[in-house]
Each structure stands twice: as C-alpha cells, then as structure tokens.
C-alpha cells in the first residue's frame, strides 16, 4: 500500500462495526499534513465507498467530532515565518478561553490547533510560557479530559515534537506486559521513510532505552526481523 492507503485502511478498520478505535483516529488524523489528509480523504472516498468526514461525523460526538472534522478541512497555515503579535495574541485568547475562565471555551482551542502551523504553535507556545510560566501541554492536561484532550495533545505534541511524539507511541506499544503489535506496525510502518532515524534518537532521549533492543525484545520470528 502507499502511505495514503494505508492510513485510510487503519481509519477504515477503526471505525468499520461496532464500536471504533478512537486512539487511531487521533494518532492519524491528528498528525498528519494539510496534503496527506487530502490524499488520506480521496483513497477513503474511492476505496471505501464514503466520505471519510461523514464517517468521522458518524463515529464520533461532541468536541472530539468538532476537532476531527476542523483538521479534516486541511485549513492549516505552513507559514514558517510567524507574525509574533498574532501568536502572542493566539497565546493570551487560549489563556482566556481555558485557564482564565470558568469552564472552557473548546471553539478557541479547536480554531488556533487546526489551523495554526507547526512554526507559530511553536512560538504560541513560547508565548505561552513567558506570559503563564507553563507551556500548551500542560494547559490541555488542565482544562480537557478523555478524547478531546488526548486529540489536543497528539496535535500539539505532533507539531512541537514529532519524533517525541510518536518515539512515545512506540514506547506505548512495547512497554509493560504484552505488545500492542497493531500500533507498532502502524508506527513504524508509516514513518519507516519519513523520520524513523530521529524517532530513535527521541525514544532514547525520552526514555534512555534502545528503541531497537526494546522492539527486539517484544517481538520474534520473521515478524521481528
């Protein structure tokens, strides 16, 4: 399969029959860019026989749908070069529409993380810390809970950190009792020529472990090799 037909099969198993893997939708959807959604959606549509947002819209409710659906319109600026007055605005709007209130306003946080690129979240985050002495992570972990909350760290810990990010779904996969072998298939077949190289120098930054002696010893026969 190519890329795109991958990831729209693992959304497609996802969400085919009862029930859905909202943890697949999260780690594709939420992590992918403007152009590998567009090819995502077009092999889902042709394959599958259905607009991939129609199932999202049928799988999925609420805040968690909301976001889904906004990084699926592909609206997401690859501005490199961030205006600092926008972001510093973005940073104080996010403070006011979670910690600065009762409740949490989830339109702002769901407006700013799909649309904003990987350089002005950065620095929305930088703003972050000067002005409230913690960065966006640590704000979500506060003000969000269950899905919503694991979508809106995938998104912002995929664009601050990519190899971060998925050196620790492999972690995930390999750590403790048993192996999610679907989840490190999906990892590592899908960044095997993307970023691969840097996931392991993340995952022995993160972890102090060997990536490769940790898969090594979760797995065996030809599927190891």
């Not at 940073?91 to 409740?103: D, F, I, K, V």
């Not at 919503?148 to 971060?164: F, H, N, Q, R």
């Not at 403790?176 to 990892?187: A, E, F, I, M, P």
Request: net charge neutral; hydrophobic share 35%; with cysteine.
């Amino acid at each position: 399969m190519t890329p795109p037909e991958y990831d729209a099969y693992c959304l497609y198993k996802a969400m085919k029959g009862l029930g859905t893997s909202e943890g697949v939708l999260i780690e594709i959807i939420g992590t992918r860019t403007n152009e590998q959604l567009m090819a995502i959606k077009d092999v889902f549509e042709r394959e599958y026989k259905g607009s991939l947002e129609k199932w999202i819209r049928g799988d999925t409710s609420g805040n968690f749908r909301n976001l889904l659906i906004a990084l699926l319109q592909c609206d997401r600026s690859t501005n490199p070069n961030p205006d600092p007055n926008m972001c510093q605005a973005d940073a104080q709007a996010l403070y006011q529409a979670g910690e600065g209130r009762w409740g949490t306003d989830e339109p702002t946080f769901i407006r700013i993380f799909s649309k904003r690129s990987a350089a002005e979240i950065a620095m929305i985050n930088d703003f972050y810390i000067k002005q409230r002495g913690k960065g966006l992570l640590k704000a979500i972990d506060k003000e969000f809970s269950g899905d919503i909350k694991k979508l809106l760290e995938t998104v912002v810990g995929g664009l601050l950190d990519p190899a971060g990010y998925f050196a620790t779904r492999i972690r995930e996969a390999v750590k403790g009792l048993g192996t999610n072998d679907s989840k490190l298939v999906r990892v590592i077949v899908s960044r095997s020529e993307v970023d691969l190289g840097q996931i392991k120098q993340a995952y022995q930054r993160l972890f102090g472990r060997d990536m490769l002696h940790d898969v090594r010893s979760d797995t065996s026969g030809y599927y190891r090799d």
